[in-house]
């Protein structure tokens, strides 16, 4: 399993995040005090809305099977695609036993598969399920083996790029020190491809202890070896975090960045926009509102340090 999610780059990395819909595992929030909305799924979704209010009653289910029914049924070809992805996220999060050897055995069944895995939907592939599958096994696995057996074996599978988005979403979630190994090895990579990929993991963990770090990395991605074009990861980071400071955050180091030209480079610009400019586009299109209206909303840090 490799992961990737975006546009190709040089080395050879697919670069977690801009696939769209048929990228799973996907990174979505809605309605968590606190903390901003954010899909990877739909552009622009705001909370109050009919689309939001669709997915937020897929992630109140209750119930392990409603939820592998919404999944199979959008696999099949028959439901929506969105909801599907989301019903199996909410899925991984109940831990539940009989539905992750489902996942296991639907995984065998992707795996051995020598055609198309969904005759009614023949344009959905293994690789679009798998990782979804595999956050289903992972995280109960933690349910019952614990964090550092599972960040262990995710940790031994990176450097042969033997993981997928299953994996960065579970790794995410890990504590045992996750993010400070992520972090680690972040720093000591020897190849702009690997401190790709671990920035990139790193942009999946929500801890705000990761802020000043992230913000760092924006602002400055040269003092880290960093292709300019990917500290994007460290934007993607900030907004996943989602707190008001992470917010606020990532607008100063925006201004940063752009007093000091740190994204002049033409080469940078996408469509009509400078590198900033098309930053600042993406938040509207991952979490719906602008920095400044999240930090007019979000509470202060006190109010939002419980996940």
Avoid: C
Avoid at 44 to 58: C, E, F, I, K
Avoid at 109 to 138: C, M, R, W, Y
Avoid at 239 to 268: C, F, H, K, N
Wanted: proline share 5%; net charge positive.
């Amino acid at each position: 399993m490799k992961i990737g999610r975006g546009i190709a780059v040089a080395f050879g990395l697919v670069a977690l995040l801009d696939a769209g819909a048929l990228a799973a595992q996907v990174q979505f929030r809605l309605g968590v005090p606190g903390r901003a909305t954010y899909s990877e799924l739909h552009d622009g979704l705001r909370a109050g809305t009919p689309r939001a209010d669709s997915m937020l009653r897929v992630l109140r289910i209750q119930s392990p099977r409603r939820l592998w029914r919404i999944a199979r049924t959008a696999m099949d070809g028959n439901g929506d695609w969105n909801a599907g992805l989301v019903a199996l996220t909410r899925l991984a999060e109940l831990r539940n036993a009989a539905y992750a050897d489902s996942a296991r055995r639907l995984r065998a069944k992707l795996e051995q598969a020598e055609g198309p895995p969904f005759p009614h939907n023949p344009g959905l592939v293994a690789d679009d399920i798998t990782p979804s599958l595999q956050a289903i096994i992972l995280e109960r696995r933690r349910a019952t083996q614990g964090d550092s057996a599972v960040l262990a074996d995710i940790l031994s599978r990176l450097a042969s790029k033997q993981y997928d988005h299953g994996d960065a979403w579970e790794l995410g979630r890990l504590g045992a020190g996750a993010k400070d190994s992520v972090w680690a090895r972040f720093q000591s990579a020897d190849s702009e491809e690997f401190r790709v990929r671990y920035l990139t993991l790193l942009s999946y963990f929500t801890d705000p202890a990761l802020i000043p770090d992230l913000a760092r990395v924006y602002a400055a991605p040269d003092s880290f070896g960093l292709p300019k074009r990917y500290a994007i990861r460290a934007s993607d980071g900030l907004l996943w975090i989602g707190t008001r400071e992470s917010m606020q955050t990532l607008l100063d180091a925006r201004a940063t960045a752009r007093a000091r030209g740190v994204y002049d480079d033409p080469s940078l610009r996408h469509a009509d926009l400078d590198f900033l400019g098309s930053d600042s586009s993406s938040v509207i299109s991952r979490t719906g509102k602008w920095l400044t209206e999240w930090i007019q909303e979000l509470p202060a840090k006190e109010a939002s340090a419980a996940r």
